[in-house]
């Protein structure tokens, strides 16, 4: 059965860092993209990062670029999500996700087939 686990979650101080980390079992990790996902109270989910297969073809938001790095480790079926200037503005729950996708990685939320629980970032200023 397909599990995907996040861990890394904590409350931090602006200007600090975090890792976030994503373990993944049930399906062949190498076949998916992977992407790190944000959402807050009455809105949408918002894609932060994503990784294709590989790991060699990464993309950002806008907001998080210089600041966010994603990796991924397929000898371990995990990804990371290294955050470092911290903004309140970050302060969401983060969610990892797989996507069956041959090419680079999608930025859509609807592109993904596997969702963990999620974690939360409170950033505090």
């Known amino acids: 059965q397909v599990q995907v686990v996040e861990s890394g979650g904590d409350l931090v101080q602006a200007g600090g860092s975090l890792r976030l980390s994503c373990t993944t079992s049930?399906?062949?990790?190498?076949?998916?993209?992977m992407g790190w996902f944000r959402q807050v109270p009455g809105k949408e989910r918002e894609v932060v990062a994503c990784a294709s297969r590989s790991g060699a073809n990464v993309d950002y938001a806008d907001l998080v670029k210089g600041r966010f790095i994603i990796s991924r480790d397929n000898a371990k079926n995990t990804v990371y999500l290294h955050m470092h200037e911290l903004k309140s503005e970050d302060t969401a729950i983060y969610y990892c996700a797989a996507a069956e996708y041959r090419w680079g990685c999608p930025t859509s939320p609807s592109q993904y087939n596997y969702w963990g629980q999620g974690t939360q970032v409170t950033v505090s200023s």
């Open positions: 049930g399906f062949v990790f190498d076949d998916y993209a």
